[in-house]
């Protein structure tokens, strides 16, 4: 493996591949630079001296400004550099749009296409409780089920959607609570669900059956636990009958149009910019030529690259809703006294990112290319095939949630320092760096971290990724599964009774 990496023919910095120690002497474009201090893999290398106030040039783009001069081979991170970025901003519609480099192959994977047309990767029975309180009693539900019946095939699994709310909220808040739920009712990862209520919360069961408009009867059911005597044995009955209308359900080829993935990264590091985010970018772009979904998400960690993915809005109305997706999340941190730009985390900084913009940059590469097509706000699903954005927070659990709850069947999360959780769809973990790949192969599902090696074509890697990504929507588990690690995080802002 090389020693360091010049991302971008205009980048003052470099980065450093490996660990690099103090005297170590680099040759790059003609010219030698000897290390004045020991250097960890990821972190970033003054190529050139950069005096007091310049910008530090990483991805060809600012990501902050020197806070003293630093001479060539100086280490260069959040001791010598500072964000540009401070308040809101105004911006103008001046569109760039880039051909997409792929082409449709006609390609299939094995799912399951439901009754009103939408399709799903697995078939599981879901109790979604209305609120939190009786979540005890939904896993109860479930573990007599699984005893009575034995082999729960052809369910591919069976699992409560946890959660803490549904009751004691307002405005916002209970609005978000029910609109998560509602779009798990109607997920098509999900062959069967059992809707469980108490009979006292302010998410009303009978109001969340209206909302959920048309449904298949024999495969959503509903228990109000107060209306029944023995609410265990009434609702095994129930998902005993759902299990009887799922027998026949095979899966059947269905085109690569149909998949609709979210992209989320978390614990992120130096590489991830370099090698898991872009080919996430470049299977986006990929899949969009198939006629496929992509949703990105994070929105504060947009801040600093969001001109980029403005400036590919299809047209001006979207343009305008990315404005909105942004200044409206930047409205939010005032409202609550918060700075801003208060990112990236001391596990990103560890890992060599130094500021919001060099955080940014590296997350929305992700998104490959493509246009714009639409703008989600949270709680919203998919109604355009192509990339889309999606109102959320940074936070791992509650993005990844909103993800799925729009109607990802997969969410692909990109990781410089690994993560062991999964939300309520198969939640793929993909590496920035072989290392952590090695050291828990239990948590990460693919290996982006090969990039990096001598003789690996990204090109090569993106078909290995294809491939794999076809293997697991038709049926393939990846680790989240395999460990049992499923949750869901809805997003709260306001005040609980």
Request: net charge negative.
């Amino acid at each position: 493996m090389k020693a360091f990496l010049k991302i971008n023919e205009n980048d003052n910095i470099i980065l450093a591949l490996r660990d690099l120690e103090k005297g170590e002497i680099l040759h790059i474009d003609g010219e030698t630079v000897q290390l004045k201090e020991d250097i960890q893999r990821g972190h970033k290398i003054a190529l050139t001296e950069i005096n007091e106030n310049d910008h530090i040039i990483k991805y060809g783009f600012p990501i902050g400004h020197a806070l003293t001069t630093v001479s060539p081979g100086e280490h260069v991170h959040t001791h010598n550099t500072k964000t540009n970025l401070s308040g809101t901003q105004e911006y103008h519609y001046t569109p760039k749009q880039s051909a997409n480099p792929y082409t449709n192959k006609n390609r299939m994977f094995k799912g399951y296409r439901r009754k009103n047309g939408k399709v799903g990767i697995r078939n599981e029975l879901w109790i979604v409780p209305t609120v939190g309180c009786v979540n005890g009693i939904a896993e109860k539900i479930l573990k007599r089920f699984e005893k009575e019946v034995g082999d729960i095939s052809p369910f591919d699994n069976v699992l409560v959607l946890k959660h803490n709310y549904g009751c004691s909220q307002l405005g916002d808040d209970h609005e978000n609570t029910k609109q998560i739920l509602l779009n798990a009712v109607n997920h098509p990862n999900a062959g069967g669900v059992l809707v469980l209520g108490l009979g006292c919360e302010n998410n009303e069961l009978p109001e969340f059956k209206k909302a959920l408009g048309e449904i298949n009867e024999d495969r959503v059911k509903f228990l109000v636990s107060q209306a029944v005597t023995d609410e265990i044995e009434e609702g095994v009955k129930l998902v005993k009958e759902i299990y009887e209308s799922i027998q026949n359900d095979k899966r059947e080829d269905i085109p690569l149009s149909e998949l609709k993935i979210g992209l989320k990264c978390g614990g992120s590091d130096g590489f991830s910019g370099i090698t898991a985010n872009p080919l996430l970018g470049k299977f986006s772009d990929y899949l969009i030529a198939q006629g496929g979904t992509t949703v990105l998400t994070e929105v504060p960690e947009m801040f600093g690259a969001e001109t980029i993915l403005m400036e590919r809005a299809v047209n001006e109305e979207v343009f305008h809703k990315v404005v909105d997706l942004i200044n409206d999340f930047k409205d939010y941190f005032i409202k609550h006294d918060q700075p801003i730009y208060e990112n990236p985390s001391p596990g990103n900084k560890a890992g060599g990112i130094t500021t919001l913009e060099d955080k940014s940059l590296g997350c929305t590469q992700k998104a490959g290319i493509s246009p714009v097509v639409d703008v989600l706000k949270y709680g919203e699903v998919l109604k355009r095939n192509g990339l889309n954005l999606l109102s959320a927070p940074g936070n791992d659990l509650v993005a990844s949630t909103a993800l799925a709850s729009a109607g990802c069947q997969i969410v692909l999360f990109t990781t410089g320092r690994g993560t062991p959780f999964g939300t309520f769809v198969p939640t793929m973990k993909i590496s920035t760096n072989t290392q952590i790949h090695e050291a828990k192969p239990h948590w990460i599902d693919y290996n982006a971290g090969m990039m990096l090696e001598d003789g690996v074509s990204s090109e090569w890697v993106l078909d290995d990724f294809v491939n794999y990504i076809i293997k697991v929507a038709s049926g393939e588990w990846v680790n989240n599964e395999k460990n049992d690690f499923r949750e869901i995080a809805i997003f709260k802002s306001g005040v609980t009774l």
